[in-house]
């Protein structure tokens, strides 16, 4: 991985998961023997901690429910890492959403992703950009 080889890892102590969920990144971080905040937007201790008590580094991580456009820490870790969050992070929208189960729009949806079996469709009436 990009990570594994491009990180000076003697001179990274502390680090900060956002976004994580269920802790895989801080699972990585804390099998290195680094200290770890293991962060998401709320209940990060509920989804992440069962993942963690599967190893032997439960002392090395702890949890904070953090939003990413308020990091209440200042040039404090070594590290922050993340994944799969900026499409959560850049915009915050207000809307109306509604399923659809048949018509132009689903036939659409259907031919590219034959899987799917009913398609959200999002009216946003507000979107705030964040980043
Ligand atoms: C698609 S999930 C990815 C979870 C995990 N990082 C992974 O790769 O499996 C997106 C995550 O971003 C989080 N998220 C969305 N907006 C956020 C924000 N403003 N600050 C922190 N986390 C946020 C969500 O709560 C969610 O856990």
């Given at each position: 991985?990009y ?9 990274v ?6 976004g994580?969920?269920?802790?895989g ?19 990060v ?5 069962q ?7 439960a002392?090395?991580?702890t949890?904070?429910?953090?939003d990413?456009?308020?990091i ?28 659809i ?17 009913r ?5 946003v ?7």
């Amino acid at each position: 991985m990009y990570w594994e080889s491009n990180i000076v890892w003697d001179k990274v102590q502390n680090g900060l998961e956002l976004g994580g969920r269920q802790g895989g990144l801080s699972l990585w971080l804390a099998l290195k023997e680094k200290t770890v905040v293991c962060s998401d937007l709320k209940d990060v201790k509920e989804t992440a901690q069962q993942l963690h008590l599967q190893y032997n580094i439960a002392s090395l991580i702890t949890y904070q429910d953090i939003d990413a456009t308020d990091i209440p820490y200042e040039n404090y870790f070594d590290i922050i890492v993340f994944k799969s969050i900026i499409g959560g992070i850049a915009f915050i929208i207000d809307g109306t959403t509604k399923y659809i189960e048949s018509g132009r729009e689903y036939d659409m949806m259907k031919s590219k992703f034959s899987f799917l079996t009913r398609v959200l469709e999002i009216t946003v009436d507000n979107a705030k950009q964040m980043l």
